[in-house]
């Protein structure tokens, strides 16, 4: 049975280091695909700097030089032994992560999460302009691992995190147990229908006391359902809306005119990005929006 264990132990390290082998030529002929392409077509100036940025590193998600400030080797992982879960100190606060998660991928996903939020990233919530106050109601939509509530969680003034994956609602569980009286978890996906394991937005706050102010959206693609599902909730006023447009090619330009015509006012982030979820779905001209930060 030790022996077996071992195999099976063996098999999955060679499986792993096949896939890696695998991405990285692929990701190496995508880059060359990219800068080929940009060799014949013009390009405005975002486009530009990550194309030059991309002729001198590996192709990835933000090919810009802020990303080189964040070393995954670097990132302290530590083990809570009341509940098992591995987490990192950020800001001087616990972030947890999911039990399936080993010490290497948290390091990988913590840096990249901070990667993520850096000020020139395409990705980042927040701008010049569009910040979190003290009396932001939070609506955390497709929380995951909860980081950006966290970083703001003793100034906002209550949060609600929308998370299905029972996995990450424990690890959520654990991150807020210090801030539970402003915080609620709903285990559910926030979508254009209500059932058992959807919610919209507008069915969610029917019977709430308060209104949100800041909704964070970024929720793999399913962006629009979310859109549409909370029709009402964008007739609030005093409402700032971070939402990622980079999951599908037209998002940045659809989600810019749908809200536009529901009166408000938006600013794209910095820069722009490549989502390699998928490597066999990246297509000219490669390079995607962030995400619109949209208030009125």
């Known amino acids: 049975m030790k022996l077996r264990n071992v195999y099976q132990t063996l098999r999955y390290k060679v499986d792993c280091e096949l896939k890696n082998k695998k991405r990285k030529s692929a990701l190496s002929k995508l880059k060359n695909e990219i800068l080929a392409y940009y060799k014949q077509v013009p390009a405005n100036k975002e486009i530009e700097e990550s194309v030059n940025y991309l002729k001198l590193y590996p192709l990835k998600t933000f090919c810009a030089p802020f990303t080189l400030a964040y070393k995954w080797e670097d990132v302290e992982v530590l083990v809570d032994s009341t509940n098992g879960l591995l987490y990192v100190m950020h800001q ?12 290497r991928t948290v390091k990988y996903c913590y840096s990249g999460l901070l990667t993520e939020q850096d000020k020139q990233s395409p990705h980042c919530y ?13 609506l955390d939509v497709g929380s ?6 966290l970083t703001h969680i003793e100034k906002l003034k209550q ?6 994956d029972p996995q990450w609602v424990e690890a959520l569980e ?5 801030w539970s009286e402003k915080v609620t978890i709903v285990r559910k996906y926030v979508s254009d229908c209500d059932d058992e394991e959807n919610v919209t937005i507008d069915s969610f706050l029917s019977d ?8 964070k959206v970024d929720v793999e693609g399913a962006e629009q359902q979310v859109l549409n599902g909370m029709q009402e909730t964008l007739k609030l006023s005093n409402l700032k809306l971070a939402l990622c447009t ?8 659809n989600f810019t005119g749908y809200l536009t015509e529901k009166g408000f006012n938006w600013t794209a982030s910095n820069g722009v990005m490549i989502f390699l979820n998928e490597l066999e779905n990246v ?3 490669y390079f995607r929006k962030g995400l619109i930060r949209a208030k009125k």
């Open 92 to 103: 001087d606060k616990r972030l947890y992560f999911i039990r399936s998660y080993n010490a």
């Open 126 to 138: 927040l701008g010049k302009g569009f910040t979190v106050t003290e009396k932001d109601v939070l």
């Open 144 to 149: 995951a691992e909860g980081i950006f509530s």
């Open 159 to 164: 949060v609600i995190l929308f998370e299905r």
């Open 174 to 178: 654990a991150t807020f147990a210090p």
């Open 208 to 215: 709430k006391p308060y209104h949100p102010t800041f909704i």
């Open 246 to 253: 980079y999951h599908q090619p037209n998002d940045f330009k």
């Open 283 to 285: 297509h000219a001209p």
